[in-house]
T-cell receptor, first 117, second 111 residues
Framework: NAGVTQTPKFRVLKTGQSMTLLCAQD?????MYWYRQDPGMGLRLIHY???????AKGEVPDGYNVSRLKKQNFLLGLESAAPSQTSVYFC????????????????FGPGTRLTVL | RKEVEQDPGPFNVPEGATVAFNCTYS??????FFWYRQDCRKEPKLLMS???SGNEDGRFTAQLNRASQYISLLIRDSKLSDSATYLC????????????FGAGTRLFVKA
């Protein structure tokens, strides 16, 4: 099993360009998440999904859109990139929700390092 | 006040030392608590869940103090391979779930 994979691993964009980050998981998890991680700050939730065809906003959703057309894939889109979106983006998945218990362990992908110039 | 706060460190300890980290949280309705480990330029991975009665996994012991709203992680007999950033994670449900990651505590174990 590959677990959670992300593409691309690195990307440099110019301000105003668009791109899509792809996350895939092969663990049949219902829940998927997109986070960003910035120096000195904890992981912040951008959007999440509780199942195929559903998405919801997290803590910092502005400037991002997501789609979950297939259970195993969760896409993060930046329509018009800004320098403030320079960050490391992590995708994660989990079997359960976050009400507690070991089934709520989140499995993370290796991350995408995005720089917006 | 941040919802989850950790001392960023770094903690520099020699091999074999015992080191402890604390993490405070502000939401008294918090239900689930975890410690994750993140190596440099890698993804976070679950180290252990934290249960109300406290729990131990080898050299690692986690404690929860609901009255004072903090969790702790104790590492005994530190190894070089323990060098990493330790993330405190708190979850609660209030009409929708919310999971808050702390910014992490950096640990360097020296030979």
């Amino acid at each position: 099993n590959a677990g959670v994979t992300q593409t691309p691993k690195f990307r440099v964009l110019k301000t105003g360009q668009s791109m899509t980050l792809l996350c895939a998981q092969d663990m049949n998890h219902e829940y998927m998440y997109w986070y960003r991680q910035d120096p000195g700050m904890g992981l912040r939730l951008i959007h999440y999904s509780v199942g195929e065809g559903t998405t919801a906003k997290g803590e910092v959703p502005d400037g991002y859109n997501v789609s979950r057309l297939k259970k195993q894939n969760f896409l993060l889109g930046l329509e018009s990139a800004a320098p403030s979106q320079t960050s490391v983006y992590f995708c994660a998945s989990s079997y359960g929700g976050l009400a507690g218990g070991p089934s709520n362990e989140q499995f993370f992908g290796p991350g995408t390092r995005l720089t917006v110039l | 006040r941040k919802e989850v706060e950790q001392d960023p460190g770094p903690f520099n300890v020699p091999e074999g030392a015992t080191v402890a980290f604390n993490c405070t949280y502000s939401n008294s309705a918090s239900q689930s608590f975890f410690w994750y480990r993140q190596d440099c330029r890698k993804e976070p991975k679950l180290l252990m869940s934290v249960y109300s009665s406290g729990n131990e996994d080898g050299r690692f012991t986690a404690q929860l103090n609901r009255a004072s709203q903090y969790i702790s992680l104790l590492i005994r007999d530190s190894k070089l391979s323990d060098s990493a950033t330790y993330l405190c994670v708190v979850s609660f449900y209030t009409g929708g779930f919310k999971t808050i990651f702390g910014a992490g505590t950096r640990l360097f174990v020296k030979a």
